[in-house]
T-cell receptor, first 114, second 110 residues
Framework: DGGITQSPKYLFRKEGQNVTLSCEQNLNHDAMYWYRQDPGQGLRLIYYSQIVNDFQKGDIAEGYSVSREKKESFPLTVTSAQKNPTAFYLC?????????????FGPGTRLTVL | KQEVTQIPAALSVPEGENLVLNCSFTDSAIYNLQWFRQDPGKGLTSLLLIQSSQREQTSGRLNASLDKSSGRSTLYIAASQPGDSATYLCAVEGNTPLVFGKGTRLSVIA
């Protein structure tokens, strides 16, 4: 089946620890994205990558880091510098058509800091 | 900076009713607008994408329109069903990746 997978579904972390969220896609999409969603809020862009070995900061990149070593994978690390990391994290991907850029989403990872 | 607003924030309707969800955006220089559905605790499902050159898109009971010059889009749901209950999110793409509204939480009562 083609799609986007995120793991784990639920993640618990102690304060001061770094944690890495996984995102994998087998859609052969060029671009990948990470968003954060808080209760009652829309999605906010953390980082995005339009090509392997390149990525750009979104609106709320502070306290997060990413890598894009393979086209299929775009892991997100939540570092101890992120002051309020408890949230629902969503990964997405899209194929660049030149005219539009339809995004498809994974099932999300819920991170809770204890 | 692009801002996207969705009205109403929540909506409750009886089954069978036709309904309209509204989305407005501040910068009309967009490439496309996308409507999503989100069930509680789940990821987003893409419903419709309207390119900037298009006026509307249809999929089954859903119809989305776009008026780029006025910065508005509507999502029309015909003959609503309890299974339509979810949060509906609107997002626009311009020179930056998608910017999202906060969504409209829809409840369809049987």
């Amino acid at each position: 089946d083609g799609g986007i997978t995120q793991s784990p579904k639920y993640l618990f972390r102690k304060e001061g620890q770094n944690v890495t969220l996984s995102c994998e896609q087998n859609l052969n999409h060029d671009a990948m994205y990470w968003y954060r969603q808080d209760p009652g809020q829309g999605l906010r862009l953390i980082y995005y990558s339009q090509i392997v070995n390149d990525f750009q900061k979104g609106d709320i990149a502070e306290g997060y880091s990413v890598s894009r070593e393979k086209k299929e994978s775009f892991p997100l690390t939540v570092t101890s510098a992120q002051k309020n990391p408890t949230a629902f994290y969503l990964c997405a991907s899209s194929i660049e058509t030149g005219t539009y850029n339809e995004q498809f989403f994974g099932p999300g990872t819920r991170l809770t800091v204890l | 900076k692009q801002e996207v607003t969705q009205i109403p924030a929540a909506l409750s309707v009886p089954e069978g009713e036709n309904l309209v969800l509204n989305c407005s955006f501040t910068d009309s220089a967009i490439y496309n607008l996308q409507w999503f559905r989100q069930d509680p605790g789940k990821g987003l499902t893409s419903l419709l994408l309207i390119q900037s050159s298009q006026r509307e898109q249809t999929s089954g009971r859903l119809n989305a329109s776009l008026d780029k010059s006025s910065g508005r889009s509507t999502l029309y749901i015909a003959a609503s069903q309890p299974g339509d209950s979810a949060t509906y999110l609107c997002a626009v793409e311009g020179n930056t990746p998608l910017v999202f509204g906060k969504g409209t939480r829809l409840s369809v009562i049987a």
